[in-house]
């Protein structure tokens, strides 16, 4: 995969804070620690994909935000409208999210859909390798999870409608 190399630039610092080449630096070495190939990454923003399942792939964005970073996995359950979100999944989302530790579940508008995004905020001067890999690893397994489960209820069929075509 092919990366875009950021040029050193004064223009790409930000007053004030780390510069932004910190980022791009400290993104590379923690995906090059962890034998991660990054997609693309500037300044602003690295990619990152990841293998699961085989036949699936999670991509990880990080955004840079000054010192702050915002980690996020969309979800493949999108919806054109919030009147169709399910909301008894959100609720359980919700849930979920009043027990965890690392990142959360929210709503985040993606083009025209609403997309189930399991996201993460860390300030970067206070991440180290562990801190980064754990973050990185538990937003995959949680989309991950969440995925397959939509894939297993899916797959089962609905009570209702197997009555109704047995009584055909």
């Not at 910190?22 to 962890?34: L, Q, Y």
């Not at 991440?127 to 999870?145: G, N």
Request: glycine share 2%; hydrophobic share 40%; net charge negative.
């Amino acid at each position: 995969m092919e990366q875009n190399i950021p040029q050193q630039n004064d223009e790409n610092s930000v007053p004030g804070t780390q510069s932004a080449e910190d980022f791009w630096t400290f993104v590379k070495r923690m995906c090059s620690n962890n034998q991660w190939l990054m997609r693309e990454a500037d300044y602003e923003h690295a990619v990152i994909e990841f293998a699961v399942d085989g036949s699936r792939t999670q991509t990880l964005f990080i955004f840079n935000m000054d010192n702050d970073l915002e980690f996020s996995i969309p979800s493949f359950a999108a919806f054109d409208s919030l009147e169709k979100v399910p909301h008894f999944i959100s609720s359980s989302l919700m849930q979920i999210n009043a027990k965890t530790k690392i990142g959360f579940w929210c709503l985040e508008q993606i083009g025209e859909k609403l997309v189930y995004t399991y996201m993460h905020n860390a300030v970067m001067s206070k991440l180290d390798e562990a801190d980064f890999k754990e973050i990185v690893t538990t937003l995959i397994t949680r989309v991950e999870d969440f995925e397959n489960l939509l894939i297993k209820m899916s797959a089962i069929p609905n009570p209702e409608t197997e009555k109704t075509q047995q009584q055909e």
